[in-house]
């Protein structure tokens, strides 16, 4: 989409862009190349819907983004961060203090419920929310590197024991190149949402002068993150003017769904060390199917779907249901 009055100053020694020229919204993202990529897309969708917008992009380190050194699910622990999402704390500070109006999330990043402040405003229409695996050298038994401890639990059921993980940590090119530069590593997993919006969007694409082909993986039997592929705009709950300027890009059907699957990760109080994938979908006769693979170890897990027309009732329904299977066996 052709962007009027488009130009970069600097501020925290990043690049800023501007649009238009009426009100300025401050926008709070991580700063990594993806993060940019969908702030960028989420700027686009708004100065569409609101002419004559401006907008301002501010550079925020998360947590995550800083304790790289240790696991994903370990770092809440040892930054203080309680149980709130290690890549949005700091952006929420921020969004608190009024440094910035809203923030722009991976909505698989946030909690299931957001802190009283704050109001989810907005979701971008849904990327493909299934996870690929990138690899470099086909094998019976792949060495897959990968953070996720969803990830890791779904390499041993998928793959029936052939395969083992190894941790990596990074944003998408540093993983990789971490995959590119490993002598033992044949492969890693990432989402296919992210790999898109970076341009990665064909079966195979060289690093480094390595070619890497990309395996879409089914979501019926390796289901992505809660809220995986949705783009997500949050802004101070009574700021009125910013809602309402956000709400104008609300994509409703991906809302439902991630309503739904939000309002799950909530009653199961889950964060990134709960090892729970899954997704909502729409049905043809307008209905809300949840779709949820639980694991209480790497050897013993649920699968559970359920559906009905209240996003929030169905994950109440399912939620009973995995309460009551007890200790799940595989």
């Not at 501007?18 to 686009?44: D, F, P």
């Not at 722009?104 to 909690?111: A, E, G, I, R």
């Not at 990134?272 to 049905?283: D, K, N």
């Amino acid at each position: 989409m052709a962007l009027t009055c488009l130009y970069w100053r600097l501020i925290y020694g990043v690049p800023v862009v501007r649009i238009g020229g009426m009100s300025i919204l401050r926008i709070g993202t991580r700063g990594s190349e993806l993060a940019l990529a969908q702030t960028h897309q989420a700027i686009a969708a708004l100065q569409a819907a609101n002419p004559g917008l401006e907008c301002e992009i501010r550079i925020i380190s998360t947590a995550g983004d800083q304790r790289t050194d240790i696991p994903l699910h370990q770092v809440n622990a040892a930054t203080g961060t309680g149980d709130k999402g290690v890549f949005i704390a700091a952006i929420e500070e921020a969004l608190a203090a009024g440094e910035v109006d809203c923030a722009v999330h991976s909505l698989k990043d946030m909690p299931g419920v957001l802190d009283s402040r704050f109001e989810l405003a907005a979701v971008l229409p849904r990327e493909e929310i299934q996870d690929v695996l990138v690899v470099k050298k086909p094998s019976e038994h792949p060495l897959i590197a990968t953070g996720s401890v969803r990830r890791a639990h779904l390499v041993h059921t998928y793959w029936k024991g052939a395969a083992r993980t190894v941790p990596v940590r990074g944003n998408v090119a540093t993983r990789l190149r971490k995959l590119v530069e490993s002598p033992e590593v044949t492969a890693t997993l990432l989402a296919r949402a992210g790999l898109n919006r970076l341009g990665y969007d064909h079966d195979s694409f060289a690093v480094n002068g390595v070619q890497l082909q990309v395996q879409g993986l089914p979501v019926e039997e390796f289901p992505p993150a809660l809220g995986q592929g949705a783009i997500a705009l949050e802004c101070r709950r009574g700021d009125a003017a910013t809602s309402a300027m956000l709400a104008r890009v609300n994509h409703a059907p991906t809302y439902r769904c991630i309503t739904c699957e939000r309002a799950f990760l909530n009653l199961l109080q889950a964060d990134c060390s709960v090892p729970v994938g899954g997704y909502a979908e729409l049905t043809p006769d307008g209905s809300l199917t949840l779709h949820v693979v639980h694991y209480a170890d790497a050897e013993h897990f649920i699968r559970l779907a359920e559906t009905g027309d209240d996003a929030e009732e169905v994950a109440r329904r399912l939620h009973g249901r995995l309460l009551a299977a007890g200790n799940p066996v595989a």
